[in-house]
């Protein structure tokens, strides 16, 4: 495997990087970890020209507590928020989904941006992101727009991303008072064959708000509306398993699973039916824990 020869730009500001690419149009492309791109260049299933490396700007960068979120630069890499001490006190679920992560040397190299801006089936982040109901900042030049991660990505290596925008942060909500969350994934090798995200929110007893997120599986990563439905008002001290398993069957027919090399739809719907219950009990025994 070998690269066309490209010239690598290294641009100081947003506006430069903007610039570039305006310059060079479809030859060029916006870049920071590589660990996806530049292995397809060497595959031979994409050629650039111009790689225009976003590594050196501080506006991509950081990992930022604020009263109600999660700030994270799009640059972050993944290892980075594995080992951040503010995600791991206060979010560890997503320290732990960012620890599964391909492998240490992707980690380290990888961003959560890239991660999401290349938009693979699968994959974790995005996921885990569907769950937590997060929103991502783009911009282009001087405007800027915000877009809920439920509409960011598009199908597989298709996001909402304009031609010449980029993404610039991610915003993670923190859980509620007495919120879990828990991340279940299942792979034969570095990229996951499935994943499941649950979210719980319980008050009185019960539980009153439920987020359940599928992806690996199919197309894009989608929200499993109608588990979410069955899972709301469930008790947390005799939880009715009957419900839980029906929410299971409920995520795996919304999860759009198709055959490929990991193994045929039907093999991952049930997949999806018992990460499913694991998710929740594991979401459940941290929001009650």
């Not at 599986?217 to 029906?246: F, H, K, M, Q, Y």
Request: contains cysteine.
């Amino acid at each position: 495997m070998t690269l066309s020869p490209f010239t690598l730009h290294r641009p100081a500001t947003m506006d430069e990087a903007t610039a570039l690419l305006d310059e060079h149009g479809d030859d060029a492309v916006f870049y920071c970890g590589g660990t996806e791109l530049i292995l397809l260049m060497k595959l031979g299933f994409a050629e650039y020209g111009h790689l225009i490396d976003l590594k050196q700007l501080d506006e991509l960068h950081g990992i930022e507590d604020s009263p109600d979120e999660l700030c994270i630069g799009a640059a972050t890499t993944h290892r980075a928020l594995e080992r951040s001490e503010l995600v791991r006190q206060r979010f560890p679920s997503f320290a732990q989904m960012e620890q599964g992560v391909a492998n240490l040397r992707v980690r380290n190299a990888g961003t959560i941006g890239g991660n999401l801006c290349f938009s693979d089936p699968h994959s974790d982040p995005g996921t885990f992101l569907l769950a937590a109901d997060a929103t991502l900042t783009c911009c282009r030049g001087s405007t800027f727009r915000t877009i809920p991660m439920q509409d960011f990505i598009l199908g597989p290596f298709q996001t909402a991303l304009e031609p010449g925008e980029l993404l610039t942060e991610v915003h993670v909500p923190w859980l509620p008072p007495r919120g879990g969350m828990a991340h279940i994934k299942f792979s034969f090798r570095e990229r996951p064959a499935a994943t499941v995200t649950c979210m719980v929110r319980v008050e009185d007893g019960r539980v009153r708000e439920a987020r359940v997120a599928v992806g690996s599986v199919g197309p894009i990563p989608v929200r499993a509306t109608a588990a979410e439905r069955l899972l709301t008002g469930v008790s947390t001290d005799n939880p009715d398993c009957s419900v839980i398993e029906s929410a299971g069957w409920a995520a795996a027919e919304a999860s759009g699973a198709t055959d490929d090399l990991n193994g045929s739809a039907v093999y991952k719907r049930n997949l999806v039916r018992v990460m499913v219950r694991r998710g929740f009990k594991d979401a459940l025994a941290e929001a009650t824990g």
